[in-house]
């Protein structure tokens, strides 16, 4: 029987050609597997057509925005997932379900191989090759771009070649990866990094130097999850829409880094999330007035620990799966309502509110008729200081 390959297909030039490519270089056949986690663009009829005219036997398309928004982008929110404390990992959160469909598919057509168009200096292509050693590690990958010679120039004459249904003339200066958590721009003029960006590199945000009036909202958690805004229940889906809509108008959520991947080399990197950006910056201080402070410490290195290991393609990996139970358990009491100004590319909160509050307002008041016994404070301070007391004279005496 004829081996199949399943491909990770994005209906671009590369992963087009690739199809033809694999098929000659292994003689297998290549099932197509196209992903919607929200990069918007084509329609997904159109892809699985294209995959087809290109030499797939078969083209398997789904629509997974939803599965990506509850099942990717609301845990990188619960757990304040910012890369190098910028990066809200938008490639990295959607490799690892489009690894979860290739090896349903390839289980499905029964395949022996996968293949994926990444170059051989990037992040995506340890994302999906490790994610397919933790879920069907008997797999074999075929990478053409990076190992078997498929340059931008050979794809075009390969495409011109064979009268593949595709425009090789469209070549954008950058190399883009978007979804609905964000917007990836690498390349071109950014590759040197004392060049700022310009106007042109943007989609989802909207010029923060612009005059425009201020938006404010409420946006709603319940233990963690972002369920309404403004009054209105939406689904993770719809969250993530409406913010990044409304923080996107706003100019909200641009960012420009250069950024350690794990292959080690540093490269720039121009981001927009504006959705990404303004819910973890609510979530972030709904977690300030809801969490312990001894857990709310412990959890900004479990956060910054999961951070990592997303970036690192180790989303299956064991140790993330524990830190996943953490950072839910962590959330549990994160319920209530977190008031922003959205503005000059800025989301600022200005109102907090919970049932699950920590804060103690007779407590904290300054007023009379505090609750807070202020006379305990010496004893606590002179217990505290012992150590550094015993220390010091110990010093003193061996100086
Ligand atoms: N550097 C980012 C990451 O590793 C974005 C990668 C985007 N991919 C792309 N083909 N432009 O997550």
């Not at 950072?327 to 600022?348: F, K, P, S, Y």
Request: hydrophobic share 40%; net charge negative.
């Amino acid at each position: 029987m004829t081996e199949r390959v399943v491909l990770a297909y994005s209906g671009g030039l590369d992963t087009s050609v690739a199809i033809g490519w694999i098929a000659e270089e292994t003689g297998a056949e290549v099932v197509a597997v196209a992903i919607d986690c929200g990069q918007g663009g084509e329609d997904l009829d159109v892809v699985r057509q294209r995959a087809v005219d290109c030499g797939a036997v078969e083209a398997v398309v789904a629509d997974a925005k939803d599965e990506f928004a509850g099942e990717y982008c609301i845990p990188a929110i619960q757990a304040n997932a910012l890369y190098m404390d910028r990066y809200p990992l938008v490639s990295a959160l959607s490799r690892p379900l489009i690894v979860k469909h290739l090896a349903e598919a390839a289980r499905y057509h029964n395949a022996t191989m996968v293949g994926h168009g990444c170059t051989g200096k990037g992040n995506d292509q340890v994302r999906f090759e490790a994610g397919l050693a933790a879920l069907f590690p008997e797999l074999r990958v075929v990478a053409p771009v990076r190992d078997s010679g498929m340059t931008r120039d050979k794809a075009i004459a390969f495409a011109e070649e064979k009268g593949l249904p595709i425009d090789v003339t469209k070549k954008s200066p950058y190399s883009i990866d978007q979804n609905l958590f964000g917007r990836a721009v690498e390349t071109g003029f950014l590759e040197d990094i004392w060049n700022g960006p310009i106007e042109d590199v943007y989609a989802y945000t909207d010029n923060p130097a612009e005059q425009r009036e201020p938006d404010e909202l409420v946006v709603t958690f319940t233990a963690g999850v972002p369920t309404a805004v403004d009054g209105k229940e939406l689904s993770p889906l719809q969250v993530v829409e409406e913010m990044n809509r409304r923080a996107g108008a706003q100019g909200v959520g641009r960012i420009d880094m250069v950024e350690d991947r794990l292959v080690g080399i540093k490269s720039r990197e121009v981001y927009e999330a504006p959705g990404a950006m303004a819910l973890i910056a609510a979530h972030q201080e709904l977690e300030a007035v809801t969490v312990e402070r001894d857990l709310a410490r412990f959890k900004r290195g479990v956060d910054q620990r999961w951070g990592e290991l997303v970036y690192d393609g180790l989303w299956f990996s064991p140790l993330k799966q524990s830190l996943d139970v953490f950072v839910g358990e962590a959330n549990r009491h994160v319920t209530g309502d977190i008031r922003m100004v959205l503005h000059g590319g800025r989301a600022v909160v200005t109102g907090r509110r919970s049932e699950a509050s920590l804060y103690d307002y007779d407590l904290a008041t300054y007023d009379t008729g505090d609750t807070y016994d202020q006379s305990m404070a010496r004893g606590f301070i002179d217990v505290w200081s012992m150590p550094a007391k015993i220390s010091n004279l110990r010093d003193r005496k061996h100086s």
